[in-house]
């Protein structure tokens, strides 16, 4: 008769005597919730937030300015532009 994995796994670590595990009751997320945890580990935070820039550029600038430009990047603290008409 074969054990399940799992079962067999707790069997062997309980007759060892190792502390148990606890695994997270539910283990499942949305990507809502990962992704930015996850970019912020690997260190891409900053672009997270050039990544909100660039959705929300239209509702702030407007329509007339959001027609005419359009952000390129986020860098430092730092919003780039780019315009049809620079003057």
Known sequence: MALN?????????????????????D???????VLPKLMQRLGLKERLHETEVLEAWGKIVGEFISAHSAPVALREGILYVRVLQPA
């Open 27 to 33: 283990r499942w997320a949305a990507p809502a919730d």
């Open 5 to 25: 994995p799992s079962l067999r796994a707790h069997v062997i670590a309980e007759w060892r005597g190792l502390p148990e595990k606890s695994l997270a009751r």
